[in-house]
């Protein structure tokens, strides 16, 4: 069974840095039958994809984040991460991460999602 | 980005057929995927490729897309269906979701 899990702070002051953690288990993010992705939804709105990540580290971005927007790999944990600079109070938000096949787009397995509110 | 419509709302009664649309300039070439999201959960992926039902996922899903329109249909719609359900399709190098459409069963 595969799982992922996000971690991370749950507040970020205005102008910060947001950054998550979306731990796999039961796969590997080496897989090259998936990419990696990250999705939020502010509350009460609907889903927002921001980007995904591929295990030769390729990426694409959401084109109104792109430029506040990292995600990477980190294999030895096998994990990927958001980061999401300057943030504002319109980045408050449920935050997914998601494995999506790489063939087809579809996302086949979520996380439970993680809060951030940014406020001071 | 793509962009997909759907509407915002879809009622139907228990048992009866339901059909949520999505809408975009040609979609019929692009492959939709249809995820279920209950209140306080993750969506669920319910369609793949229009119309493939991962595994788990009741019969009673279906799917279908043609011209401009996606349809995910729910025959035999029960109170456990209840739910928002969102299109998305791979646009020009980003994932994109309709609006969302929340289907009541009364």
């Not at chain 2, 209840?82 to 299109?87: K, L, N």
Request: glycine share 10%.
């Amino acid at each position: 069974q595969v799982l992922l899990q996000e971690s991370g702070p749950g507040l970020v002051k205005p102008s910060q840095t947001l950054s998550l953690s979306c731990t796999v288990s039961g796969d590997s993010i080496n897989n090259e039958n998936y990419y990696w992705s990250w999705i939020r939804q502010p509350a009460g709105k609907g889903l927002e994809w921001i980007g995904r990540i591929y295990t030769s580290g390729t990426t694409n971005y959401i084109p109104s984040l792109k430029s506040r927007v990292t995600i990477s790999l980190d294999t030895s944990k096998n994990q990927f991460s958001l980061t999401l600079n300057s943030v504002t109070a319109a980045d408050t938000a449920l935050y997914f991460c998601a494995r999506m096949d790489y063939y087809h787009y579809h996302m086949d397995v979520w996380g439970k999602g993680t809060t951030v509110t940014v406020s001071s | 980005s793509y962009e997909l419509t759907q509407a915002p709302s879809v009622s139907v009664s228990p048992g009866q057929t339901a059909s949520i649309s999505c809408s975009g300039d040609k979609l019929e070439k692009k492959y939709v995927s249809w995820y279920q999201q209950k209140p306080g959960q993750s969506p669920l992926l319910v369609l793949f490729q229009d119309k493939k039902r991962p595994s788990g996922i009741p019969e009673r899903f279906s799917g279908s897309n043609s011209g401009n329109t996606a349809t995910l249909t729910i025959g035999g719609a029960q109170a456990i269906d209840e739910a928002d359900y969102y299109c998305q399709v791979w646009g020009s190098s980003t994932a994109d979701f309709g609006g969302g459409t929340k289907l009541t069963v009364l």
